[in-house]
């Protein structure tokens, strides 16, 4: 089975352009989630798709905006960005909603802001 | 969602146990505890997750203290691919992955 791909891999954007990152989650997974990884931060919940609802909101800016399609791949948007959005985004798929199922990550989109 | 505390940091002689505590003291009786591990320039991989009672599988053990407040995860023989940051995760049901600093295991040959 393959596995989460994210796309794409790198991303090289300057402030207040806006960016659209995308996932496929791995064959019949119907939830997806998006965490950002920053070295002060670590790593931080955005948010979670199930069956193209939003589930689940973590604490960001509504700038951070996401969605999610009917064959399950996922989309996230930052609109006009910022120095502070430079990091590598992550996007997790699992089964079923919550992080009680095991959750699959892929390897993350690189995005540096300049 | 419970906190953690677990050591910066780690190190280990490859071929040899590694033993990884966690501190969980404010964890739900309902919270499950999971470990994930994030390899270099990878994303974090799932690796075992308990409730109750000890835990086996092919990549490590987890041994839950009768309180539930500490967890330690067992590697049983330590190879260079195992040097990552383990991640102790308690999860209550419906919520998400929150992750803190984690420990940062390094394997020396």
């Known amino acids: 089975k393959a596995g989460v791909t994210q796309t794409p891999r790198y991303l090289i954007k300057t402030r207040g352009q806006q960016v659209t990152l995308s996932c496929s989650p791995i064959s019949g997974h119907r939830s997806v989630s998006w965490y950002q990884q920053t070295p002060g931060q670590g790593l931080q919940f955005l948010f979670e798709?199930?069956?193209?609802?939003?589930?689940n909101k973590g604490n960001f800016p509504g700038r951070f905006s996401g969605r999610q399609f009917s064959n399950s791949r996922s989309e996230m948007n930052v609109s006009t960005l910022e120095l502070g959005d430079s990091a590598l985004y992550l996007c997790?798929?699992?089964?079923?909603?919550?992080?009680?199922?095991?959750?699959?990550f892929g390897p993350g989109t690189r995005l540096t802001v300049l | 969602d419970a906190k953690t505390t677990q050591p910066n940091s780690m190190e280990s002689n490859e071929e040899e146990p590694v033993h990884l505590p966690c501190n969980h003291s404010t964890i739900s009786g309902t919270d499950y505890i999971h470990w994930y591990r994030q390899l270099p320039s990878q994303g974090p991989e799932y690796v075992i997750h308990g409730l109750t009672s000890n835990v086996n599988n092919r990549m490590a053990s987890l041994a839950i203290a009768e309180d539930r407040k500490s967890s330690t995860l067992i590697l049983h023989r330590a190879t260079l691919r195992d040097a990552a940051v383990y991640y102790c995760i308690p999860v209550s049901a419906g919520n998400m992955l929150t992750f803190g600093g984690g420990t940062r295991l390094m394997v020396k040959p």
């Open positions: 798709y199930f069956s193209e609802t939003q589930r």
């Open positions: 997790a798929s699992s089964l079923n909603a919550g992080a009680t199922d095991t959750q699959y």
